[in-house]
């Protein structure tokens, strides 16, 4: 299995600009989670999927924070506009119903 | 709310030293609990985990933790420590919510390995 795939791996761009994420869960799970990891605020929940269907948001820091998972398969998370307080590690995780959840390697966003 | 307080920020031994990283955790019912580890530049690694029966649970490279609910933790263990296991490692616990689990991490801990 190829495990949980994120792009792109890294990412710089300028204030204002528009910032789309990717991540491609391990076939046949079916939570997906997303996540950022800053040093002052550790590892944050952002928001998760289960079947498709977001079930808890109350982690995306505004409204310029938006995801969707339109198939099993795939998922996006999208900063619009980006700031520079947006530079962080996102990750994404996903799950088979076990409660583990299995991480992909991150993008390093960098917003200048 | 769940919570998880890992209070060593970091912490440096010895190669071939035993190692012991602390996590006390907040749940008000049977907790879900999971050590990763996040080497510098990747993401995170499953190191073991703990639903239920046994309190001492056998991970991967040699890593063990004990579940103790009277004192609310789950320390991570490992006999003889190596120098690739340098890197930085979470505690975390997970809530139940139908088929999916919510996971609330810890802060870290860091682990310097000297030779």
């Known amino acids: 299995d190829a495990g949980v795939i994120q792009s792109p791996r890294h990412e710089v761009t300028e204030m204002g600009q528009e910032v789309t994420l990717r991540c491609k869960p391990i076939s046949g799970h079916n939570s997906l989670f997303w996540y950022r990891q800053t040093m002052m605020r550790g590892l944050e929940l952002l928001i998760y999927?289960?079947?498709?269907?977001?079930?808890?948001d109350s982690g995306m820091p505004e409204d310029r924070f938006s995801a969707k998972m339109p198939n099993a398969s795939f998922s996006t998370l999208k900063i619009q506009p980006s700031e520079p307080r947006d530079s962080a590690v996102y990750f994404c995780?996903?799950?088979?119903?076990?409660?583990?959840?299995?991480f992909g390697p991150g993008t390093r966003l960098l917003v200048l | 709310a769940q919570s998880v307080t890992q209070p060593d920020i970091h912490i440096t031994v010895s190669e071939g030293a035993s190692l012991e990283l602390r996590c006390n955790y907040s749940?008000?019912?049977?907790?879900?609990l999971f050590w990763y580890v996040q080497s510098p530049g990747q993401g995170l690694q499953l190191l073991l985990k703990?639903?239920?029966?046994?309190?001492l649970v056998q991970g991967i490279k040699g890593f063990e933790a004990e579940f103790k609910r009277s004192q609310s933790s789950f320390n991570l263990r490992k006999p003889s420590v190596h120098w690739s296991d340098a890197a930085e490692y979470f505690c975390?616990?997970?809530?139940?919510?139908?088929?999916?689990?919510?996971?609330?991490f810890g802060t870290g801990t860091r682990l310097q390995v000297t030779l």
């Open positions: 975390a616990v997970g809530a139940a919510a139908g088929t999916a689990s919510k996971l609330t």
């Open positions: 749940y008000g019912a049977t907790p879900y």
């Open positions: 995780a996903s799950s088979g119903g076990s409660e583990t959840q299995y």
């Open positions: 999927f289960n079947n498709n269907v977001p079930i808890d």
């Open positions: 703990y639903f239920s029966g046994d309190t």
